[in-house]
């Protein structure tokens, strides 16, 4: 009887071969799918700034969980209409690379060039919330430099810390999308664990690297040099999170010792609970 969802050791499957497929994708396509990914996640954030920044101070942890619920969408635009972003490709690359899909020289060559794609959607967008007025008054430039400021002051081992725990969930969500067969169910699976992250206030590189021009652009006491630190910071945090907790811990789990085929007996994982 078919499902409209995947088993997990059939997800991982779909992920090495995502992967694979990444690493030899154009550099064209690349840059393009990977500014439509960092302009989506500035979407999404840019979203969440301006359902929140009006909201009382005395809702306290409320104000993050309603922007959490909000910021999905951007991720939801990269899954379902399509983008190359870094921080999912942090989970999907280094499986291909365990399956022997993939050289590290193809990780690398994906990472870069996805990286200036997000990078360069990020910052346009930071620039077009400006110009339009959409974050250049209050209370949304107030919200805004106060966020970066967070974001950009945080000490660097906390920083790791933190965009560790971000890809996790991050990644989870990619992992989870990977496993839907229909759009709601995607939605569904990207929305949650993308909230979780934005709640707790982890650490995104490609988020970051949107609300901290946006901020330097708005008047914040932050320098470029901090927001290079804060990005190596939660680069490095990231590729932990996606590649070290979701990528290698279901490589061990589902693909360690498979063919490059992957068959696998979906009805036996799920009799034995292995898809819990």
Not at 224 to 240: D, K, L
Request: glycine share 10%.
């Amino acid at each position: 009887m078919s499902s409209n969802f995947l088993a997990p050791a059939e997800i991982a499957e779909a992920a090495a071969k995502s992967g694979e497929d990444k690493a030899n994708s154009s550099i064209l396509k690349l840059l393009v799918l990977g500014f439509l990914a960092g302009a989506f996640i500035a979407m999404g954030f840019i979203l969440d700034i301006r359902v929140t920044a009006s909201l009382p101070e005395q809702w306290g942890s409320l104000k993050s969980l309603i922007g959490g619920a909000v910021f999905p969408i951007g991720l939801m635009f990269v899954i379902i209409a399509g983008g190359e972003l870094l921080t999912g490709n942090m989970m999907t690359v280094p499986l291909a690379l365990h399956k022997k899909r993939v050289k590290i020289s193809g990780l690398i060559y994906n990472w870069v060039f996805v990286l200036i794609g997000n990078f360069l959607g990020s910052i346009f967008m930071a620039g077009l919330g400006i110009w339009s007025q959409v974050l250049s008054a209050d209370p949304y430039k107030s919200a805004t430099i106060a966020l970066a400021t967070s974001k950009a002051t945080l000490a660097f081992g906390p920083t790791i810390a933190s965009a560790i725990g971000c890809n996790w969930l991050v990644c989870l969500a990619v992992w989870m999308a990977l496993g839907s067969k229909d759009i709601i169910s995607k939605i569904f699976a990207i929305w949650f664990p993308v909230m979780a992250f934005v709640a707790i206030g982890f650490q995104h590189v490609v988020a970051n690297m949107f609300i901290i021009p946006a901020a330097i652009w708005l008047g914040a006491d932050i320098s470029w040099g901090q927001a290079i630190v804060e990005w190596c910071g939660a680069f490095i945090g990231n590729a932990i999170g996606g590649w070290l907790f979701v990528g290698v811990a279901y490589y061990l789990t589902y693909l360690r010792g498979r063919s490059k085929a992957g068959a696998t007996d979906v009805s036996e994982e799920q009799s034995t609970g292995a898809t819990l």
